[in-house]
């Protein structure tokens, strides 16, 4: 009796778990505006499937509630990828995965809390000190390095060129070039080179689980390139960016200016010409454009897109001098900060780990800190010029300090990002100023690209 009992319950809580879904579906087809399709057609999927399910077509549900719920499942995922529970692969099972890809080391230290400052304004602190570095020059392009960047584990590195070109290092092979006595001869720490761009590459990132890199270039593409196959040179899939003119009815290409992968590495944002950021299923390539469109200006290119840790929320640095916020499931735009550097292009933004700031830079040679909640303005860091360059600005991994690129002088620049308070200042050894500067998520080491076509790796002396 009491089985018989147990199974009734467990029937009625699925009954109920069920029709809570079929309510969020039909809500969410009711209410949907980021497509591009005419909403007419949403609403007649909402009444079949309100027929289908038995359930009220006016059904009440909190706007967006699907995709929240998606979403936060889909960090939940990956956290338990993280932890080593299996998942499913994104790609076809062909694809080779070298063992533990993905997996994040444990961190350093605790992130820095930039909230407790408020109650510290009365207390002297002091500033911390930065470890010294050395460098290796690791490899030259053709023509000018313009971007960077480290796989979620800190694994590998890569950079894009104006040459079209990508190289991919691995970080352990980088580390023996360093050693004063290499007994195994010359050690090549570039394990793949891509070529099958026709323009300069703007912007890389990795996906978080599979060994998949992507690139955003000037020829309007985006590109996904399969590194854990040797052979491979060319991309295995293509993303040809483009957006319909609802007006003109014709079709506008863009340069890809910035690529960044959702956390669950379903869904990619592009940042282009145009003023909105492109999000596109990674699986089926649709391209969605929100339709809460704040008031941009013409120049409102965007420069840097980026996702937060979980996804929750991106950001965009744009040419007209705004750093912008997005909430990742709506695509709402829920903050301007509008003139965050003036009248000068903000060239880079990027989130704390914990999402409650976000780190900016300038052509008006300032690197700021905002709290994502109000808009305001918490800390900026002042001493380092950077007028001409898109220049980043970037935390270590702990983020106790913020690096930045002096053009000038050819420096790079460290303060304290708890204080604010300069604390290093060094020779690049690039031949002219550094165009990018990227550090590495899981330890202390980072790395520039230069106008000099070359590719420099610094990592902490012990």
């Known amino acids: 009796m009491e089985s018989c009992n147990s199974t009734l319950e467990q029937t009625l809580q699925d009954g109920k778990l069920h029709r809570q879904v079929n309510s969020l579906i039909v809500a969410h087809l009711r209410d949907n505006n980021l497509s591009q399709a005419i909403p007419f057609f949403f609403f007649l999927a909402a009444s079949a499937v309100a027929s289908a399910t038995m359930t ?19 960090a939940a995922e990956k956290d338990d990828i993280l932890r080593g529970v299996p998942s499913n692969p994104l790609y076809d099972s062909a694809t080779l995965v070298p063992a533990a890809y993905g997996t994040i080391p444990a961190p350093r230290a605790a992130a820095v809390d930039f909230g407790i400052d408020n109650a510290l304004q009365d207390t002297k602190v002091m500033s ?36 079209t070109s990508i190289k991919l290092f691995e970080i352990v092979k980088v580390k023996q070039m360093m050693l004063p006595d290499t ?7 570039v394990i793949r080179t ?13 996906h978080p689980q599979n060994t998949v890199l992507i690139s955003g270039a000037k020829d309007h593409t985006i590109k996904f390139f399969d590194f854990s196959k040797a052979t491979a040179k060319r991309a295995f899939r293509v993303i040809q960016v483009f957006l319909v003119s609802d007006i003109a009815l014709s079709i506008d290409t863009h340069n890809v ?42 120049n409102g290119a965007i420069n840097q897109v ?62 700021k800190l ?44 460290v303060w304290d990002a708890l204080t604010a308070e300069k604390v290093a200042r060094w020779p690049s050894n690039h031949i002219g100023a550094p165009r990018w500067i990227e550090h590495s998520p899981v330890e202390a080491a980072f790395i520039t690209c230069g106008t000099d076509r070359s590719v420099r790796f610094w990592k902490e002396t012990l």
């Open 370 to 413: 905002w709290e994502v909640g109000t808009g305001r303005l918490v800390k900026q860091y002042i001493g380092a010029t950077h007028t001409q360059l898109r220049s980043q600005a970037v935390f270590n991994d702990t983020e106790e300090f913020v690096l930045s690129i002096d053009e000038p002088n050819n420096e790079i620049v």
């Open 128 to 163: 911390k000190n930065f470890t010294k570095h050395e460098t290796r020059h690791l490899s030259e392009h053709k023509n000018i390095a313009r971007c960077a960047r480290f796989s979620p584990d800190g694994r590998f590195v890569a950079t894009g060129s104006a040459d």
């Open 194 to 206: 891509f070529y099958d761009h026709i323009q300069p590459i703007n912007d890389l990132d990795f």
């Open 183 to 189: 007994r195994e001869g010359p050690v090549r720490p």
């Open 257 to 298: 200016r910035s690529v960044s992968f959702h956390p669950s590495g379903d869904f990619l944002l592009a940042g282009t010409d145009h003023p909105i950021a492109h999000l596109y299923d990674v699986k089926t390539f649709q391209c969605y454009l929100t339709a809460n469109v704040p008031e941009i200006s013409v």
């Open 56 to 74: 009220s077509l006016n059904v009440e549900a909190p706007p967006n509630k699907l995709l929240e719920l998606v979403a936060k499942g889909l």
């Open 306 to 367: 980026r996702y937060s840790s979980t996804g929750g929320m991106y950001v965009t640095a744009s040419k007209d001098g705004a750093v912008r916020l997005w909430d990742g499931v709506s695509a709402k735009c829920v903050r301007s900060i509008v003139g965050a550097h003036g009248t000068a292009e903000a060239t880079s933004a990027n989130f704390t780990k914990d999402q409650r700031f976000v780190i900016s830079c300038g052509k008006d040679s300032t690197v």
